[in-house]
């Protein structure tokens, strides 16, 4: 199924008071955020590997396409960028269990992108090289996630791009709750978040995916 993800996107600079893991641990620990209460604290660990074409058709039309290993899980995901204003982008996304049907119905919603070839389903499933698709990034990313009322999920990544960066990334993200994506229930959370680091928070208008790929073409 396809929905429509609206979030904020903040990255968390060295800079910030007491380093960006003590913010996390203080944001983790928290009751409320904007005076909407916040649910239990969960820690995952997601293992992402991206995909396109050799040569970036999909980056280029501001779509990502990623499987993604989370507690067990395999997911395939399609994320296609429709705005985007400093922090808060919109995409429409289609999410499922990795298998054979899903992988198919994101490959006929590419197709116009990545031409007739066939996509082998082991192939893909196993991080390697698939007719026309192939693996150009793999993220690590240490999440904490918690609810956010019934309006939003807030999420405390530590982002790791293995080989790329020697330092770990730190976002914050805010996803507003399905069919609840009101800006101004995200601005006012992103405004909490910045008033809880002391300023020192920053719009992160990039996906992990971008930012990735920035890594790669300085190396």
Known sequence: MTTLEVEIKLAVPPTVPGGPGALFERLAAQETLAGFPLGAAQRVALRDTYFDT?????????AGLRVRREDGRT??????????????TRREEYEAPLDLASLRE?????????GPGTVPFAAFAAGRPAGPLEPV???RTERIVRTVGN???LSLDRVLYPGLAPEPYYDIE???????????????????????ADGHLRPEGRSKLERGLALLRRR
């Open 54 to 62: 050799d040569d970036g058709t999909l980056a280029g039309a501001g």
């Open 75 to 88: 997911l395939i995901t399609l994320k296609v960028t429709q705005a985007r204003e400093d922090a808060l």
């Open 106 to 114: 994101v490959v006929e919603r590419i197709r116009p992108l990545i």
């Open 137 to 139: 990034l793999d993220v």
């Open 151 to 153: 309006v939003a999920t």
């Open 174 to 196: 805010v996803e507003a709750a399905p069919g609840l994506a009101d800006p101004a229930v995200l601005r006012a959370l992103e405004a909490a978040l910045t008033a809880a």
